[in-house]
């Protein structure tokens, strides 16, 4: 038996084991965004993303008012989300649901904040335009217009099934 591994056998199984798992991830992310079309009340659709068309994504679901990108560093399983033109019942609503989920339970030395998402009446300041927020690691931003009475939520690198369970609370009193 050859061990060599550059042999022509060894090339051609890495080859096929890369191409499976690629394989898999863009099929892991097609599902994921019919995952979220179904959080979303069936409403949405799957499309191909091309290179310099927003984040690097195996494909995105795209609904009105709400865009996701599942991201191509992970296994068709994490996901950039942007939420626009929320009023502030929603959003709060989205806060209030993810914060509770997502608590913090590393040690003393973690730099998350107790409370990451911004309040609604930091947003309310004339002249702030995006509030960046922190649990673990910078998750987003939300940003509010001047003069707009409503708000856009980008969430940089979540787990589809947090992207989901955001989408049934937003959908939760329409």
């Known amino acids: 038996m050859n061990t060599n591994p550059t042999s022509d056998a060894m090339a051609t199984t890495f080859r096929s084991a890369r191409d499976s798992a690629r394989a898999a991830a863009k099929a892991t992310a097609h ?3 019919l995952y979220l079309i179904e959080a979303n009340g069936g409403r ?6 091309w290179k310099g068309e927003g984040p690097d994504s195996w494909c995105q679901m795209a609904a009105p008012g709400i865009t996701a990108h599942i991201l191509i560093e992970s296994f068709g399983d994490r ?5 626009r033109a929320l009023t ?3 959003y ?5 649901g993810a914060e509770d989920r997502n608590a913090c339970y590393h040690d003393e030395g973690c730099g998350c904040d107790d409370a990451p998402w911004p309040a609604l009446g930091e ?3 004339p002249g702030t335009s995006e509030v960046g927020f922190r649990n673990c ?8 217009a001047a003069g707009s009475s409503t708000l856009d939520l980008v969430l940089d690198d979540e787990p589809v099934s947090e992207v989901a369970s955001l989408l049934r609370l937003l959908r ?3």
């Open 31 to 33: 599902v994921a965004c």
């Open 44 to 49: 949405g659709s799957v499309h191909e993303t």
């Open 79 to 83: 996901a950039r989300v942007v939420f």
């Open 88 to 90: 502030d019942a929603e």
């Open 92 to 96: 709060e609503r989205i806060r209030v």
């Open 123 to 125: 947003l309310a300041e």
């Open 137 to 144: 690691e910078v998750r987003g931003q939300v940003a509010r």
């Open 172 to 174: 939760a009193d329409r």
